[in-house]
């Protein structure tokens, strides 16, 4: 089935696209989004709950659609309405002077224009905020430092929510570095804005403790002909969960969802991603790395691309790959494509999962490198293309090291 000869085509899990594997539509009218309780099969990736209101999302239970992946009875304590404690995280940030404006309250635009909470973890965020963190790289700006935000959990068990908004301003070029370390409950949105002709790269680093619970949600949109460049890279915490959404508010916008995760014994690490193509001629591409090691090591990779019946013209193509280093591990990846015009470039996705490559190994081994030695190889040369885009070299060494870091432990 191809997107010139159909209509409104979706490709994907049955249970999310609302679709047997016969094709037979599982729900003939649309849902009341605003009072789906998450238990209710969509038509459309566009249907889902969004909300401001805690009370709008139910407590999950894991049954839902969009958790049941996810280890939810060990996030309990984050799901629930409740503000920070007193010293659980510290934020600091490197930034040129006059790119921090003021903290902005709840309410205060721009904050929560760009981000709508898609589920109770990020709604639980944007209402116990206060405060949102607002940097500002000023029209026509182009730093040559990355604009860095550095946050550390004080403890572990401590509730930390927290919020973000970032603004390119047009003709802009910048690059914005978010880290996360220490040890701590958090629960952290970012909205990130990309004005005309601006371009943004987001790099979400996740060195979190091994006792580090961390629910994310990350929202941007796109102006015309601007180029956003959403990286996120995750070693550490015990569950780390992360929604990275993007939208377009102009043609000839250009968006780039690059992931790479490394998942140990007992670790749980997700990311989930949605290109909402809602006007004409925008171009998106996808791309998804992991590797895993250890028993109960997990990872979940649930990719939705969108292309709205006005979005003629689009570009999009996701991609997921997995690489399994050890028995005991699980990885679950779901690739969903939903187009509603025949009118495209063009669209597609792909997903694979699997162990080393025996030929490459033959190929090192034949040339006298040692098994152990083939195996590192191949493995840093499996995630190292997410990393070299980055562009930042000094990031790129200590990721590369810490890369590394997790291949030797998993030799010991």
Known sequence: MTAEATEKARIGAPSIAGFTEEGEQLVSSKVDHKHNDGTTVMSSRAERLTSHNVADFA?????????????????????QDGANDDGATTVSVEAPEGYVSAPLAIGQAPRATALVPA????AVASANAPEALHVVVPEGAQPEEPVRILLSGQGAGKRSN?????????NSKS???????GSANHNGNVEIFVGEAAELTVVSVQLWEDDAIHLAQHDAVVAKEGVYKHIAVTLGGKIVRL???VRFSGEQAEAELLGLYFADAGQHLEHRSFVDHNVPNCTSNVLY?????????????????LIQKQA???????????LVLTDGCRADSVPNLEIETGLIA???HASSTGRFDDEHLFYLMARGIPEDVARRLVVRGFLNEIIQKIKVPALEDRLTEAVERELTAGEN
Do not use: M
């Open 175 to 181: 690059v914005v570095i978010l880290e996360h370390d």
């Open 162 to 170: 927290s919020h973000l908004v970032l603004e390119a301003g047009a």
């Open 289 to 305: 790395k992991g590797a895993l090691q250890g028993k109960g090591a997990h990872t979940v990779w649930v990719g939705d691309c």
């Open 312 to 322: 003629v013209g689009t570009d999009s193509y996701e991609k997921n790959q997995n």
């Open 59 to 79: 407590l999950p239970d894991g049954r839902e659609e969009e958790w049941r992946f996810t280890p939810v009875r060990e996030l309990q304590p984050l799901l």
């Open 346 to 348: 063009g669209a597609g």
């Open 243 to 245: 929604n990275s959404n």
């Open 119 to 122: 589920d109770r973890a990020a």
